[in-house]
């Protein structure tokens, strides 16, 4: 997984709520089991006027030429909800999304985001639609500014947003970690206490005290 540190990239504000896992990724675009090939297919049902041909649909936000390169989404309540398909995450991140702005998010959504390198920041409802106003005007200049380290939003206009994450995410994150990778930190200490138990408990461990 690669490290989330800083980024600041162009932002689409995709401004509706509920916005489910079915709509990020439809289940007819999951056409394999592995994490390629599937960014093509996010939005489709909203981002081409025929999904067969693969013609865009000019009005949806990622077609639209000021908002080429987008990395990060602005979004409304409730984003990533519905069924728990982590390839809703696969696609946004093969896309190109690194974040998504919003005021909250699918639960099982989040912690896939999280998972695959994909920072999730809840911000109020009021400062999301400040954010898309404002990168409206310019995407391409206006971009958006996220520092996980001191966990900020900075807006085109110098605004900066707060949000909180918790320490372990945000370490998974900052490290390009999984919780694995994160466990498997602590190996001395995981190695020490296996010594220890192995010597109070031998019979678990299929051996003969002396």
């Not at 800083?6 to 932002?11: P, S």
């Not at 489910?20 to 939005?43: C, N, Q, W, Y």
């Not at 990395?71 to 946004?92: K, P």
């Not at 380290?149 to 994450?165: L, N």
Request: hydrophobic share 45%; with cysteine.
């Amino acid at each position: 997984m690669e490290k989330f540190v800083q980024h600041t990239g162009i932002a689409a504000p995709l401004l509706r709520i509920n916005v489910d896992t079915d709509a990020i990724i439809p289940s007819r675009e999951m056409k394999a089991v592995s994490k390629t090939g599937l960014g093509v297919g996010l939005f489709a049902g909203w981002r081409y006027a025929d999904e067969k041909a693969r013609t865009p649909n000019p009005d949806f936000v990622l077609n639209k030429p000021e908002y080429k390169g987008a990395s990060i989404i602005l979004s409304g309540v409730n984003f990533g909800c519905g069924s728990s398909r982590e390839h809703a995450v696969w696609a946004l991140k093969e896309f190109g999304i690194e974040a998504v702005i919003a005021p909250s998010f699918g639960a099982i959504f989040y912690s896939n985001c999280v998972r695959n390198g994909i920072l999730p920041v809840v911000l109020p409802d009021a400062a999301v639609k400040d954010l898309a106003a404002q990168v409206e005007t310019d995407p391409q200049a206006r971009r958006i500014a996220i520092d996980l380290e001191a966990r900020t939003v900075t807006a085109p206009d110098g605004t900066v947003h707060h949000f909180t994450i918790e320490p372990g995410h945000r370490d998974m994150l900052l490290e390009g970690l999984d919780e694995i990778g994160l466990t498997l930190k602590r190996q001395s200490d995981i190695d020490a206490f296996a010594a220890r138990d192995r010597a109070a408990r031998p019979w678990v461990y299929g051996i003969e005290r002396a």
